[in-house]
Nanobody, 120 residues
Framework: VQLQASGGGLVQPGGSLRLSCAASGSILSVSVMGWYRQAPGKQRELVAAATSGGKTNFADSVKGRFTISGDNAKNTVYLQMNSLKPEDTAVYYC???????????????WGQGTQVTVSS
């Protein structure tokens, strides 16, 4: 299983970015997909997550600014980030709980990080 993330970059404060993450491989089902971030010198933290049933969870710091959506058929999750602030600067990691073909259990997978820099 691979998680391919894209969409990071440099944006000015108040701007927007959209991150995408696509899961591929021998996937039977995906229960949760989401995004974490890690800023220099800080622990990795949950930004937003969405279940296959549509339930979402957001960090308090991004509520009202970020939205998460997904395409179950494509095993893809999107993070729309609006009103970005310098404190949103971090490496963003895609994360998913996936059950692969031939397995009875869900395992957690991580994508490569994508850098988001908010600066004027």
């Amino acid at each position: 299983v691979q998680l391919q993330a894209s969409g990071g970059g440099l944006v000015q404060p108040g701007g927007s970015l959209r991150l995408s993450c696509a899961a591929s491989g021998s996937i039977l089902s995906v229960s949760v997909m989401g995004w974490y971030r890690q800023a220099p010198g800080k622990q990795r933290e949950l930004v937003a997550a969405a279940t296959s049933g549509g339930k979402t969870n957001f960090a308090d710091s991004v509520k009202g600014r970020f939205t998460i959506s997904g395409d179950n058929a494509k095993n893809t999750v999107y993070l729309q980030m609006n009103s970005l602030k310098p404190e949103d600067t971090a490496v963003y990691y895609c994360n998913a709980d996936i059950r692969t073909r031939g397995s009875y259990f869900y395992n957690q997978y991580w994508g490569q990080g994508t850098q988001v820099t908010v600066s004027s």
